[in-house]
């Protein structure tokens, strides 16, 4: 990209506004219908939100951290960008499709680019019963929750509940649970990326539990399917110092 065109999209935090204004006194800016990449200022969460948000444009996203985290951001330097660009690694995400059949009737679809997570909405242990393309592997876990990860979001949520970590290039889910009191050896499952995995509520009225796919929360759900949406891959840039996919193998070895 010898002189793309250019989208920004930023956080409100003093540093993201700083850097904004940085890049509008260097380079011009289109919207994002029209721009060659969006440049997402903050941090994860605000990549997250970049990605959804645009989700249908097709765009390449560049992120650079003005946040705490910054896993999926490149550093902070508003200075020769379009080299940057021109040199950038992309990396292919694919999100997970949620679709969500509640205890009053509700259908609601979602997408999520780290994980969809089923969670207990009181004091009591949700019970859930696990399919996986159809077949019952699990008759019964009794937990706080369970999870499907994205290898992009293999290193967030799914590795705080003890889930693997997943390269980002194999292929595969993590299936995890949370908080398991029963199966109480089961930690959980690797599966193919082709996988559709089905969550059955047990005793939903009693045991009421939510789904959430990233930023959208379902509530007293009786039923949940989950895909890998094949039809859409989301594409993000990196610099080749700080490829996504070297990071998360480093991720593996850290104490």
């Known amino acids: ?11 409100t935090v003093p540093a993201a506004q700083a850097a904004r204004e940085a890049l509008l006194q260097r380079y ?36 650079m951290n003005c946040g705490s985290v910054g896993f999926l951001m490149n550093r902070l330097d508003t200075n020769n960008l379009p080299e940057r660009l021109s040199r950038a690694h992309s990396v292919a995400v694919k999100p997970l499709h949620m679709t969500a059949h509640t205890a009053s009737g509700q259908v609601r679809e979602a997408r999520a680019i780290n994980e969809v997570s089923l969670l207990r909405e009181t004091r009591q242990t949700a019970r859930i019963r696990i399919r996986v393309d159809g077949v019952v592997r699990l008759d019964e876990l009794v937990a706080d929750g369970v999870l499907v990860a994205t290898p992009a979001g293999s290193t967030s949520y799914n590795l705080s509940a003890d889930g693997p970590i997943l390269p980002l290039r194999a292929g595969v889910l993590a299936l995890t649970p949370i908080a398991a009191f029963r199966p109480r050896r089961w930690r959980g499952a690797v599966l193919h990326n ?48 700080h490829n996504l996919e070297e990071r998360i193998v480093k991720e593996q070895f850290l104490p």
Request: net charge negative.
């Open 28 to 63: 011009s800016e289109v919207p994002p219908e029209d721009a060659d990449v969006i440049i997402a200022l903050g941090g994860d969460g605000l990549m997250l939100r970049t990605l959804h948000r645009y989700m249908f444009l097709g765009k390449p996203v560049f992120g």
């Open 194 to 241: 082709t996988a559709h995995v089905e969550f059955e509520i047990l005793e939903a009225v009693k045991r009421p539990v939510s789904a959430v796919a990233d930023f959208t929360e379902v509530r007293d759900v009786r039923h949940v399917s989950i895909r890998e949406d094949g039809e859409r891959a989301l594409c993000l840039l990196f610099d080749p110092e």
């Open 1 to 11: 990209m010898s002189d793309p065109r250019i989208a920004i999209v930023s956080s």
